[in-house]
């Protein structure tokens, strides 16, 4: 069966970086996109960017362009998303989910990740 | 970017009846080449991540009950559940995939 299962949850200080992964099983992970997703406590979702596993290509949120880097490990079947000068409105559940780009959605979902960033 | 605007914020529906929800993108999600809207349906319970409910805003997701169904096209979008049961508590959210990847406000789904 399909699942993405995300690293464990992190608390960083202001100005730091984190890098939190996403191991995919149960499918090619070549073949389908990973996007990433945020969601503060009590608020809505927010995309963060998408990256293509087969080549590497990815996309970003104007919002975040230039603070987040999406890579992966082929061999492994893992995304990641590092996100970089952290400040406490990056206080968020993180998701990764498996993108089709086709149907324009996003079929399975990690867990979620919760990042904290605090003094 | 596309601005997605759901309404209304929160509703409260009597079990057995129907529930709908309304979203609005700034612009038209409708792919001329295929003439599909990449408009789609999720539902999130507390503590877990969204399920998908509807793709191309009407096809309703494998293992979905069919109470729920998407109607709408170009930039009007409808979410209705035809019969609300206890577990359709929830928040639910639109998102478009037409330029970028945006998402609603949300609209949380209680039980009156």
Do not use: H
């Amino acid at each position: 069966q399909v699942q993405l299962v995300q690293s464990g949850a992190e608390v960083k200080k202001p100005g730091a970086s984190v890098k939190v992964s996403c191991k995919a099983s149960g499918y090619t992970f070549t073949s389908y996109d990973i996007n990433w997703v945020r969601q503060a406590t009590g608020q809505g979702l927010e995309w963060m960017g998408w990256m293509k596993p087969n080549g590497g290509n990815t996309g970003y949120a104007q919002k975040f362009q230039g603070r987040v880097t999406l890579t992966r490990n082929t061999s492994i079947s893992t995304a990641y998303m590092e996100l970089n000068s952290l400040r406490s409105e990056d206080t968020a559940v993180y998701y990764c989910a498996r993108g089709i780009r086709v149907r324009g959605v996003n079929d399975y979902w990690g867990q979620g990740t919760l990042v904290t960033v605090s003094s | 970017d596309i601005v997605m605007t759901q309404s209304p914020d929160s509703l409260a529906v009597s079990l057995g009846e129907r529930a709908t929800i309304n979203c609005k993108s700034s612009q038209s999600v409708l792919y001329s080449s295929n003439n599909k809207n990449y408009l789609a349906w999720y539902q999130q319970k507390p503590g877990q991540p969204p399920k998908l409910l509807i793709y191309w805003a009407s096809s309703r997701e494998s293992g979905v009950p069919d109470r729920f169904s998407g109607s709408g096209s170009g930039t009007d979008f409808t979410l209705t559940i035809s019969s609300l049961q206890a577990e359709d508590v929830a928040v639910y959210y639109c998102q478009q995939d037409y330029r970028g990847l945006t998402f609603g406000g949300g609209t949380k789904v209680e039980i009156k």
